[in-house]
């Protein structure tokens, strides 16, 4: 029996990684003290990994940016906006694959599977692929001189490498399969040559429902690209099951991976009905790679009893679920945290160590390490009698909710006349999504608060008159409905969690999100309750100081559960099912405070979509049940907004509309045609506001642009449900471009009235 992870954090404890990344990228260090600097952090990161006592050593978990971009950029997969930079350093146009360059846009992000990672999709132009700067071979070699221990390396694999690049077109499909055929075929080979023994191929998308013709595609990748080899390969899944065991388990392959956690009672029954080949070995992912929370070490042991059951003659290791990339480096110095979640919590770290428990009890069964088990029982013990976990009224009032604390007494066509009269808004409304620039000033002002050399009053003072300055700008603008700017928030979810019972902050918590940004995710441990007001003291100042209705501004539930390390002891449903009461209440106090217009954002709603389409509905009925239990408390007469960014419309207007929100804000400005199309299919039956221009680029949008996707929204939503923004917050640009961008929108607004 031996132990593995999948990969490993490779930010490193204090995100070393992002300060060499970001250095470099400043031109602050030169090219070689960056990859003297990049491997020292890999050598590293391998040797803390051995010495927790982990078995298999990986490589191939390491990148300069993202590892599907290392894949492409390695099959020279460039598309050709960037062969002006083919004849400088090679990490040059690497970087402006990643990140763009003068005059270069950056290939597209997008989210990896229901993580919170964000990968680069590879583009396919039909360009001539084939095997340039192998970094793994280097790897390989550095690991075999300072350890004296040949590596694993871990890939993505060619199923899903395939599924995640965009542009194939029809014609191109046979071609680029042959062609990927091909270099992953030259890959592995040049890794056997460089000394590798065991290649594992990372294969997510084999997780997800397949067609017949895929699970074809799937077999003729492998007997191609393996046939020949003598390397060790194992083909390891991860975030579902496997997909298709009884055919896809016979891949030429030696070991396979299975994940024992998110796709547990699949694949534990697939085992049970078809067995596992006797000559391959089973990477059984017993350790959560996804939360933050210790493995129930008692309930592994009895899983791995039941795996080996239905396994009896296959060597079986043990693995994390996935990579853990996905959970902090250790909880060694989180000093702030209560000791009792503190105990309770392990991250990349503490699971290499639980791994080595497991094995180690399992392999000497008479020595039963009974302190270290012990200590973790306790621990986890301890965190769940906590009386942050038991807070009566909380439970009480998630167990009595009744079903009309989910609905709003009236219909939309009903209430949306009501709300017109109420609000007397004029035809095709504008507004903004709610944040207004963090300027510099903002910055510093939060900065000085925050080390203690300006009082809470003096910081709430600047933010109330950079709100007052803003509402005099929106006044002046022309727009409709106001926002006060967010001038107290950094992020959506902190800003919450810090006023809600219920949550802890980590100091070095962080994940990788994309390239060198990280985010340090809250943990939601206890009982969410909601203590008092949170947002209404700026909202109804703002208030004050116009006419105009002032949008009340939430982040909701289902968005802040999923960008929150959450508790596991709940349903996930239940747990959003308590942040949605919270919100309840904030909405009402909102209401009482005389703010007739909440919005509550729901950005992360569409990406934590379960990868199985049987898990969709149950995710779906959650989600919906949580928004309306935070929004469906008010006054018919005030309006509920909800906005989400870079959604595709196109599966999900059915799940958007069912969450009765009176207006939702929707980002519409790089995928407009594709809505319009959508829109004529299947029209909406509530509120839409358009995002009629991308926030995220400096440009200023031009009046005719924004009038052109306006007119041609008009022709599938009718006026009273039509509103107009940018497609997103405005809190990354700066003062100038806000104000020169919104005026041209409500230019293309006035424009559109006088042609009515
Ligand atoms: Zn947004």
Redesign the pocket.
């Known amino acids: 029996m031996k132990t593995a992870v999948i990969g490993y954090p490779y930010i490193g404890q204090n995100r070393e990684w992002k300060r060499i990344t970001e250095a470099f990228w400043k031109e602050q260090l030169s090219l070689g003290s960056f990859e003297q600097e990049m491997k020292n952090l890999r050598i590293a990161q391998l040797q803390q990994q051995q010495d927790l006592g982990l078995d298999i050593l990986t490589v191939g978990d390491f990148t300069y940016y993202d590892r599907m971009l290392d894949l492409a950029f390695m099959f020279n997969m460039i598309p050709s906006r960037y062969d002006h930079l083919s004849l400088q350093h090679h990490l040059t146009a690497y970087f402006a694959m990643a990140r763009g360059a003068e005059n270069v846009v950056a290939s597209e992000m997008t989210k990896w599977f229901n993580t919170n990672y964000h990968y680069i999709v590879p583009e396919y132009e039909g360009q001539q692929l084939a095997l340039q700067h192998n970094v793994y071979a280097q790897y390989i070699q550095e690991a075999i001189e300072t350890f004296g221990i040949i590596p694993r390396v871990t890939i993505i694999g060619p199923f899903t490498f395939y599924k995640l690049t965009k542009g194939i077109g029809q014609e191109q499909k046979q071609h680029y399969i042959q062609q990927l055929v091909m270099v992953y075929k030259e890959l592995l080979q040049s890794l056997e040559a460089s000394g590798a023994t065991s290649i594992q191929l990372e294969e997510p998308s084999l997780t997800k429902d397949l067609t017949s013709e895929e699970i074809a595609l799937v077999q003729h990748f492998y007997h191609q690209v393996l046939n020949g080899l003598t390397v060790e390969t194992i083909c390891t899944t991860y975030f579902e099951a496997l997909s298709d065991y009884e055919t896809l388990i016979d891949l030429p392959v030696d070991g396979f991976g299975l994940d024992f956690v998110h796709g547990k009672n699949e694949n534990l029954a697939a085992l049970k009905k078809f067995g596992f080949p006797k000559d391959k070995v089973l990477y059984a992912g017993i350790i959560n790679g996804r939360d933050i929370w210790r493995a129930e070490l008692q309930k592994q042991l009895a899983l791995i009893a039941e795996i080996r059951s239905y396994v009896p003659f296959s060597p079986i290791y043990l693995q994390t679920s996935c990579s853990l990339q996905h959970v902090p480096v250790t909880t060694a110095g989180e000093d702030g945290i209560v000791p009792e979640l503190l105990n309770a919590l392990a991250f990349a770290n503490e699971k290499i160590t639980e791994l080595q428990m497991i094995k180690g009890k399992i392999l000497q069964p008479e020595v039963p390490h009974i302190q270290a088990f012990l200590e973790s029982e306790k621990a986890i013990r301890t965190l769940a009698l906590h009386e942050s976990r038991k807070k009566k009224a909380v439970h009480a009032q998630v167990n009595e909710l009744t079903p009309e604390a989910f609905k709003r007494t009236d219909n939309y066509d009903k209430r949306s006349k009501l709300q017109r009269a109420f609000l007397q808004l004029p035809d095709y409304p504008t507004t903004t ?1 709610g944040s207004f620039p963090q300027s510099a000033e903002v910055k510093k002002n939060r900065s000085l608060w925050r080390k203690g050399e300006i009082t809470t009053t003096e910081y709430e003072a600047f933010n109330a008159n950079e709100t007052a300055r803003w509402i005099a700008i929106q006044e002046q603008l022309g727009l409709d409905v106001f926002v006060h700017g967010e001038f107290e928030r950094t992020d959506m979810v902190e800003f919450f969690g810090e006023k809600l019972n219920g949550f802890a902050f980590t100091k070095n918590g962080w994940v990788v999100s994309y390239g060198s940004r990280c985010v340090k995710p809250p943990i939601i441990y206890g009982d969410v309750e909601w203590i008092e007001p949170m947002t209404v003291k700026e909202v109804s100042a703002a208030q004050l100081l116009t006419e105009k209705p002032v949008k009340g501004m939430l982040t909701g539930p289902v968005t802040i559960l999923n960008w929150s390390f959450v508790r596991n002891d709940l349903a996930r449903s239940e747990v959003a099912y308590q942040i949605g009461l919270a919100l309840r209440e904030e909405v009402r106090a909102l209401e009482n405070a005389g703010i007739n217009i909440i919005q509550v ?1 729901e ?1 992360a709603l569409k990406e934590g979509m379960p990868i199985r389409k049987s898990l969709h509905k149950a995710y779906i009925d959650a989600s919906v049940a949580a928004f309306k239990l935070a929004t469906s408390g008010v006054r018919e007469t005030t309006q509920i907004h909800t ?3 870079y959604c595709e419309f196109n599966d999900f207007i059915d799940v958007i509309e069912a969450l009765d929100a009176d207006v939702i804000s929707i ?1 519409t400005s790089r995928s407009h045609g594709e809505l319009i199309k959508v829109l004529k299919e299947t029209p909406y039956g509530l509120g839409i506001g358009l995002g009629v221009y991308d926030i995220h680029s400096p440009r200023i949008p031009t009046v005719e642009e924004m009038a052109t996707i306006i007119e041609n929204s008009k022709k599938v939503i009718a006026k009273e449900q039509f509103w107009i923004n940018p ?3 405005l809190k990354t640009r700066t003062e100038q471009e806000t104000i020169a961008s919104l005026k041209n929108m409500v230019a293309a607004k006035e424009r559109l009235k006088q042609l009515n």
Request: overall charge negative.
């Open positions: 999504i954002d950005p906005h989400m960014c980002e497609d997103c917050g």
